[in-house]
């Protein structure tokens, strides 16, 4: 049984950072990916960024929304993935989930077999 959990969300301002943690239990395969979603009040689950378990960083993808601004980095000694969350706006509140899918990262929710279950944040003006 895999089970994720998100840490690190919070109430910041705008042009602040934030990073998150999803600490992963379980076995984690070399073909599994993991990834970052987030849903705003009212929204449909959005995906943010994405990433193979194991492999280079060619393998990682980047929502455009989040481009530049956003990194998803892991730490497989830990069993740990982040998002490096830079020059945030008003529009990235959210709860964001972790996710995790056998195969590459894609952008679709139901793609995903395993979710947290996710951490707020709240960026103000």
């Known amino acids: 049984q895999v089970q994720l959990v998100e840490s690190g969300g919070g109430f910041v301002q705008a042009g602040d950072s934030l990073t998150l943690s999803c600490a992963i239990s379980?076995?984690?395969?070399?073909?599994?990916?993991m990834a970052w979603f987030r849903q705003a009040s009212g929204k449909e689950r959005e995906f943010v960024a994405g990433?193979?378990?194991?492999?280079?960083?060619?393998?990682?993808r980047t929502a455009e929304s989040v481009k530049g601004r956003f990194t998803i980095s892991r730490d497989s000694t830990k069993n740990m993935v982040f998002l490096q969350m830079d020059s945030l706006k008003v529009e990235d509140t959210a709860v964001y989930y972790c996710?995790?899918?056998?195969?590459?990262?894609?952008?679709?929710?139901?793609?995903?077999?395993?979710w947290g279950q996710g951490t707020q944040v709240t960026v103000s003006s």
């Open positions: 990433m193979r378990w194991s492999g280079g960083n060619d393998a990682i």
């Open positions: 996710a995790r899918r056998t195969g590459a990262p894609v952008s679709g929710a139901t793609m995903y077999e395993y």
């Open positions: 379980g076995r984690t395969f070399s073909s599994s990916a």
